[in-house]
């Protein structure tokens, strides 16, 4: 790991740097990819965490780097509990309409606080000049936070397995949620942000409802020529793949070709815009005591970085992808600045470490589930 030359400083400002590479990551991810593959799966927590490793190890701040302490087991165990609850959401229904409530109901009980356990277990296990970081947990604030979201997102599912009409009332709970994705975005941002701390420092965030809406109201315009591309690239390949002849009913394996086009292409016109002002909006609105943050993140040249990203990603059967994901994330760990009213090696000398409660200490081999919105 080299040490990077310490960003420019101009007053009390400093921006992030990351020192990846693609070379580098390519021989983690190599044996990640293979390890993960031949134990079925098992070694997937194993890799989350060399992966988090590396990440953390190559980002810096005012030359001081961060790290990472996760336990693979307890990432194992988040794991196979994410597994089993996904399977029974994606299943249950299939069997009966009381097995798909009875899942619904469980997730949404047990939800709210296992997303508090996942941000204990990220944050706990970060740490930055060493101190580790946290998080504020209270299982009545979770709830109060999580469960409407959940609620929400899990209300068009039941109404659909019990449908019996055309009806436009039906579709009311769907159009609802998907009204409401702006507003269950910022609640999940908001509550992670609020309750992180650095020591016994903790962050607020001011809230940005009415800016998420006029990012996500804005991004329509992207979506609908992520749809225009979807479409004429769906086109293209059904004429590529029958000839002169167009199937009105393409086949299931037809389905999921014509399916990953769409999102390929949704992902690359659509997603720079939501990713560029989005992470915009939640660092302007985020503190530390005296701390500002500001992200200097643009769609323009992160549309740029994902064309290149998908393009030789393609070309290359994958092989690319390490490269790919050290670009993206140098872009964007890079546009992320830090300013304060002193310098930041004085506030740092100031925090002390957060006292250590069950709860806490817990956290740290706290079900490690991959949760990050």
């Known amino acids: 790991m080299t040490r990077p030359a310490t960003a420019p400083v101009t007053g009390h400002a ?8 693609g070379s580098e990551y390519f021989r983690i991810w190599v044996v990640n990819v293979l390890l993960t593959l031949l134990t079925l799966g098992l070694y997937s927590a194993w890799a989350k965490v060399r992966k ?5 190890r190559n980002t810096w701040i005012d030359g001081h780097v961060f790290d990472y302490h996760g336990n693979p087991v307890a990432v194992l165990r988040g794991r196979l509990a994410a597994v089993v609850l996904l399977s029974a959401y994606t299943w249950a229904f299939q069997f009966s309409n009381a097995a798909g409530v009875l899942t619904v109901t469980v997730l ?10 996942a941000q204990q277990f990220s944050l706990a ?22 469960l409407p979201v959940l609620v929400l997102w899990f209300v068009p599912m039941v109404d659909a397995a019990f449908m019996r009409g055309e009806a436009w009332i039906y579709w009311t709970p769907t159009v609802v949620t998907i009204f409401a994705w702006p507003w269950m975005h910022h609640r999940l941002k908001a509550y992670q942000r609020r309750n992180a701390m650095y020591g016994d420092r903790g962050f607020t965030f001011t809230p940005a409802t009415l800016r998420f809406y006029a990012v996500y109201a804005k991004g329509l315009g992207f979506v609908v020529l992520g749809g225009a591309l979807a479409v004429t690239s769906i086109g293209v390949a059904f ?37 560029a002002r989005l992470q915009h909006v939640v660092w302007s609105r985020t503190r530390l005591g005296e701390i500002h943050f500001r992200s200097e993140i643009k769609a323009r040249p992160l549309l740029r970085i994902v064309l290149k990203n998908v393009g030789l990603t393609l070309l290359t059967g994958g092989v690319y992808w390490p490269w790919a994901t050290m670009a993206m994330a140098r872009y964007r760990i890079q546009c992320v600045h830090i300013e304060s009213g002193v310098p930041l090696s004085a506030l740092a000398a100031s925090v002390a470490a957060r006292p250590v409660t069950a709860a806490g200490e817990g956290a740290t081999d706290a079900f490690g589930f991959d949760i990050g919105l």
Do not use: D, K, Q
């Not at 400093?14 to 590479?21: E, L, P, R, Y």
């Not at 086009?261 to 939501?274: D, E, I, K, R, T």
């Open 14 to 21: 400093v921006g992030a740097t990351f020192t990846g590479h």
């Open 239 to 275: 004429a590529w793949w029958h000839g002169s002849r167009m199937l009105l009913v393409p086949s299931r394996t037809e389905a999921w070709i014509y399916g990953a086009l769409a999102a390929l292409a949704f992902y690359v016109v659509a997603w720079p815009y939501y990713a």
């Open 125 to 146: 296990n970060t740490s930055f000049r060493g101190l580790r970081f946290g998080f504020r947990a209270r299982a009545g604030e979770a709830y109060w936070t999580v």
């Open 108 to 117: 949404c009980a047990t939800g709210p606080w296992l997303f508090m356990r």
């Open 52 to 56: 988090a490793t590396y990440f953390r």
